[in-house]
Structure formats: structure tokens, C-alpha cells
């Protein structure tokens, strides 16, 4: 079964407007942590937003916020005030056992985002 | 942050010959590497982790004499692929957990290496 599930293989989104990207994931563990990471096409992994799942408040950084509900194993990140730099392939992935930073990322099948001018 | 180098960041090389890439961790001591296989429009696949000092541990699928890893300091680790195939061709990439970080810090990816084989 897929651990990391985005429905959402390609999306458009006005410039300036927000955008839901959807993650819902599967684990038994009580204790996990959730990731968003932006690829652009040159490759690289940009770390965006972290949710642990003991967290009480969504997680906010700048423009990304994580819609974490925890009962429907969902994590969406909501990128608002889209950008043309925004373009990109977004990445929802999951490590489990929270107390081991040095667990690995499971990674679901990302989401192209295209910011329409 | 932490910064892991991987070069180099593309390759072509003819099919059956080997090709190596390197990642190293710049700033931090990187007792873990992760390494992963990212076909064209695919998800990043999880291939290997290697510990410092120890054998690395394959995830089911990935042969094992095919790509080989090296993890002998805390600052690099290696991955060969050997008797390269044109199948071989895939975008690989290293990532590593920040040993002083704490639970909430991300992996530390490297830029990738982009490979084809002709």
C-alpha cells in the first residue's frame, strides 16, 4: 500500500492566487513527521515546511502552511499569493518514528505545479 | 545549514562502463546517506542507506553488485554503478540527516546527478 498518496499529478494556478496541494499518507506509527519539498526542473530538493504529528497548530513558514488533519491522515500545503518562480514539482513525504532524525523519507508521487502569468 | 556536495551533477557514459558519484557532507559529520533513484517524472525511490564504517543496506529490488556504496568517512559516501545499462539512466541524488538537527530538521539533499547511458 502506498505510504504517501498525491492525487494531484499536475496543477494550474493563477499568479497571485492560492493553491491547495493534497497529501494524505498511511502509518501505524504514532509518531511521525511530515515534510513538503519543491523540486524545480534543475533537480534540486528545496525543504519547504515540516509538520510532526504531535504538533498542535499547523505549521506556517512565509507563503506555505500545512493544512494538518491529523484524523483523515491529511497534510496539504497551501502555497498562498502564488509566484511564477513557484512553478515546480512538489513533493509531500513522510518519516516515521519522529524520535529518529535519522530515519528515511518515504516520498509520494509529487504534484506539477504550473503558475499561469 | 548543511550543505552535502554530490558531483558530479551530470554524466553520460557509454553502456558497460562504470560511473561514480560522490557526495560529501560539508559542514556536518554524516554518519547516514540516503540514496535515492528518481526516474523522469517519478517519485524519488529510496535505493540504499549506508551507515559510516559499516555495509550498506539495499531496499528490496536493487541489486546490491550493481550499485555499489561506499560509505568509509564521516564525510563521504559513494555510489558506482556498475556495467552501466541505458535502463541506468535515472537522476540519483544523496541526502543525508543532520546528526544535531533534531527530529523537526529535514534531510539534506544533494543537487543530483543527472545520468544517461548511451
Known amino acids: 500500500a502506498q505510504k504517501i498518496t498525491q492525487t494531484q499529478p499536475g496543477m494550474f494556478v493563477q499568479e497571485k492566487e492560492a493553491v491547495t496541494l493534497d497529501c494524505t499518507y498511511d502509518?501505524?506509527?504514532?509518531?511521525?513527521?511530515l515534510f513538503w519539498y519543491k523540486q524545480p526542473s534543475s533537480g534540486e530538493m528545496i525543504f519547504l515546511i515540516y509538520?510532526?504529528?504531535?504538533?498542535?497548530q499547523n505549521a506556517t513558514e512565509g507563503r506555505y502552511s500545512l493544512n494538518f488533519q491529523k484524523a483523515r491522515k491529511s497534510a496539504n500545503l497551501v502555497i498562498s499569493a502564488s509566484q511564477l518562480g513557484d512553478s515546480a514539482m512538489y513533493f509531500c513525504a513522510m518519516r516515521e518514528g519522529q524520535g529518529n532524525a535519522g530515519n528515511m523519507l518515504t516520498f509520494g508521487g509529487g504534484t506539477r505545479l504550473m503558475v499561469k502569468p | 545549514g548543511a550543505v552535502v556536495s554530490q558531483h558530479p551533477s551530470w554524466v553520460i557514459c557509454k553502456s558497460g562502463t562504470s560511473v561514480k558519484i560522490e557526495c560529501r557532507s560539508l559542514?556536518?559529520?554524516?554518519?547516514?546517506m540516503f540514496w535515492y533513484r528518481q526516474f523522469p517524472k517519478q517519485s524519488l525511490m529510496l535505493m540504499a542507506t549506508?551507515?559510516?564504517?559499516?555495509?550498506?543496506?539495499?531496499e528490496q529490488g536493487v541489486e546490491k553488485d550493481k550499485f555499489l556504496i561506499n560509505h568509509a568517512s564521516l564525510t563521504l559516501s559513494t555510489l558506482t554503478v556498475t556495467s552501466a545499462h541505458p535502463e541506468d539512466s535515472s537522476f540519483y541524488i544523496c541526502?543525508?540527516?543532520?546528526?544535531?538537527?533534531?527530529?523537526?530538521?529535514?534531510?539534506?539533499f544533494g543537487n543530483g546527478t543527472r545520468l544517461t547511458v548511451t
Open positions: 502509518t501505524s506509527d504514532p509518531s511521525y513527521g
Open positions: 509538520q510532526g504529528s504531535y504538533d498542535q
Open positions: 549506508s551507515n559510516e564504517g559499516s555495509k550498506a543496506t539495499y
Open positions: 541526502s543525508s540527516p543532520n546528526p544535531t538537527g533534531g527530529v523537526r530538521s529535514p534531510l539534506h
Open positions: 559542514d556536518f559529520q554524516a554518519t547516514t
